[in-house]
């Protein structure tokens, strides 16, 4: 009887395996997490979608709307939102100086990722994004509601810009020509990658040089999550970075075309894995528009060719 109750242990315990492989970092939540806790009043839900109109059509319960292109960015000049704005904009969410910011948005978190490197720019504590984004909540066929919501206006302290955390031109070029020992990893598709594309299909922004930074290596932002838009298992992160020299030993600079996809590949790396990360978000836009800067192009692909 002793044994068969061991054997019973035993097969509970590798049932629980899979569960087991979750993530359970500091900086994520999980969809289950977040249901329980909508209503406690120290949670504050934040979408950020890359498609206009998700938001109005149904959101999760209480959670406000941020727009990636206007409130995560300045108006005039190309750069992230200032100091000031950001801390209008946490405290009409109803942000706290002791509230926990939860981030989530469509495919797979992408623009949502971006918020959460935005906010650590400027030091803002708390803050998780949730597992799976809307995809997982979705399928999971929780709770939507289309009305907005309305908090109280909270009382969150915003710091000044952390410069450390972003790369820049300079940083990039320094990689391209040997100067600098960063790992930079390209996350754009393998058409963007190799110059084959400027863009993918109906993007406004765009350089008129095609291909990536020399130096670079190219693993897309999506194969960091599974089919349900979680964020792989840690331990399968690390191999997948680690398969292209990218193992924590050496500073990484990730980029994209406009930095926001990047930004979800950096949570992976720095938030998940805990390397030393940051994002160039001025990405290809900038450095494929620059005079001078060297560039790979495997496909030859040419501004305004035939």
């Not at 242990?9 to 939540?29: C, D, I, K, Q, R």
């Not at 990689?175 to 993918?200: C, H, M, Q, W, Y």
Request: hydrophobic share 45%; net charge positive.
């Amino acid at each position: 009887m002793k044994t068969y109750k061991k054997l019973l242990l035993a097969a509970a315990w590798l049932v629980t395996l899979p569960a087991l492989a979750n993530n359970t970092s500091p900086y994520l939540v999980s969809t289950d997490w977040l249901d329980k806790n909508l209503n406690d009043p120290k949670v504050k839900v934040i979408e950020v979608s890359v498609v206009p109109g998700v938001y109005e059509r149904g959101h999760i319960p209480g959670a406000v709307n941020f727009e990636w292109h206007t409130d995560l960015v300045d108006p005039v000049r190309r750069d992230i939102v200032s100091q000031k704005d950001l801390e209008k904009k946490l405290r009409a969410a109803g942000v706290n100086q002791d509230s926990t910011v939860i981030l989530y948005g469509d495919n797979n978190n992408w623009f949502a990722a971006w918020g959460a490197w935005v906010l650590d720019v400027y030091s803002v504590k708390n803050v998780k994004l949730l597992d799976g984004g809307r995809k997982k909540w979705e399928a999971e066929g929780r709770a939507l509601s289309p009305i907005a919501a309305t908090p109280a206006a909270g009382n969150v302290q915003v710091s000044a810009a952390n410069l450390q955390l972003r790369a820049r031109l300079s940083d990039v070029v320094a990689v391209a020509e040997r100067k600098s020992n960063a790992a930079l990893v390209d996350i754009r598709s393998a058409d963007e990658f190799n110059g084959k594309v400027f863009a993918p299909a109906g993007v406004q922004e765009l350089a008129v040089r095609a291909g990536h930074v020399p130096g670079a290596v190219n693993v897309p932002w999506a194969q960091a999550v599974a089919a349900d838009g979680t964020f792989k298992p840690v331990e399968e992160l690390r191999k997948l970075y680690a398969g292209v020299g990218v193992d924590g030993k050496r500073p990484v600079i990730t980029y994209c075309r406009i930095g926001e996809r990047s930004s979800h590949t950096w949570f992976a790396l720095k938030k998940l894995l805990g390397y030393d990360v940051r994002n160039y978000d001025g990405s290809w836009t900038e450095y494929g528009n620059a005079v001078g800067v060297p560039v790979n192009n495997p496909a030859g692909t040419v501004w305004g060719g035939r």
